[in-house]
């Protein structure tokens, strides 16, 4: 198992263009998060799934976001009509829906430029 | 949600242990602190977590006070490597919700 993979690590992007990074969870995890983390500041949490159902969103999480885990595996983000204030690194973290004492395992994020 | 306060910088000399502090004042009877850190620009990594009693694992340990509004963080033998910014986490668990609550963390400087 290699982890949660985020994939692009990099995007930059012209304001008013539409974005999607993809979240890989470690296989058979249940529970998924999307946060944003913006420069000096810790991860602000966006977002939970548990398998497929989105359980949660952050008020952060306006209009333009949605988020999608279609078959409780991987999990999308988008961000439509993007704007200059949307630049920040947005990390995913999966953890085991089985044990309650357990930690979330993040991936190295998908840093978002909006130029 | 419960919030945490951390103080925003702290520098140790290497080898010496370093005691990182934080309070969570406001957090509920079943929610866990988390303590990860985070190194430049990678994702943040997992050290350790409690509810109320104290725990030691290969990398650190957590003592969190008798009414559970405060814990410290103590990396016993710090190294130029455990320069990052560590964060002190309530992971909140209710019906409909599962989430970890970021304070703004404490960016620990070991000093060689």
């Known amino acids: 198992d290699t982890g949660v993979s985020q994939d692009p690590r990099h995007k930059i992007t012209k304001r008013g263009q539409n974005v999607t990074f993809r979240c890989d969870p470690i296989?058979?995890?249940?529970?998924l998060y999307w946060y944003r983390q913006t420069l000096g500041q810790g991860p602000e949490f966006l977002t939970y799934?548990?398998?497929?159902?989105?359980?949660?969103k952050s008020r952060l999480l306006s209009d333009r976001f949605s988020a999608e885990r279609p078959k409780g595996s991987f999990s999308t983000l988008e961000i439509q009509r993007t704007e200059q204030g949307d630049s920040a690194m947005y990390l995913c973290?999966?953890?085991?829906?089985?044990?309650?004492?357990?930690?979330?395992?993040f991936g190295q994020g998908t840093r978002l430029t909006v130029v | 949600d419960a919030k945490t306060t951390q103080p925003p910088s702290m520098d140790c000399a290497e080898g010496r242990a370093a005691n990182l502090p934080c309070n969570h004042s406001?957090?509920?009877?079943?929610?866990?602190v988390y303590w990860y850190r985070q190194i430049h620009s990678q994702g943040p990594q997992y050290i350790i977590h409690?509810?109320?009693n104290n725990e030691t694992n290969e990398m650190a340990s957590l003592i969190i006070t008798e009414d559970r509004k405060s814990s410290t963080l103590i990396l016993p033998h710090a190294t130029l490597r455990d320069t990052a910014v560590y964060y002190c986490i309530v992971r909140v668990a209710r019906t409909g919700t599962y989430k970890y609550i970021f304070g703004t963390g404490t960016r620990l400087k070991v000093l060689a």
């Open positions: 973290a999966s953890s085991h829906l089985r044990d309650w004492n357990t930690e979330a395992f």
């Open positions: 409690g509810l109320k």
């Open positions: 296989s058979e995890h249940n529970r």
């Open positions: 406001t957090i509920s009877g079943n929610e866990y």
């Open positions: 799934f548990q398998n497929e159902a989105q359980l949660e």
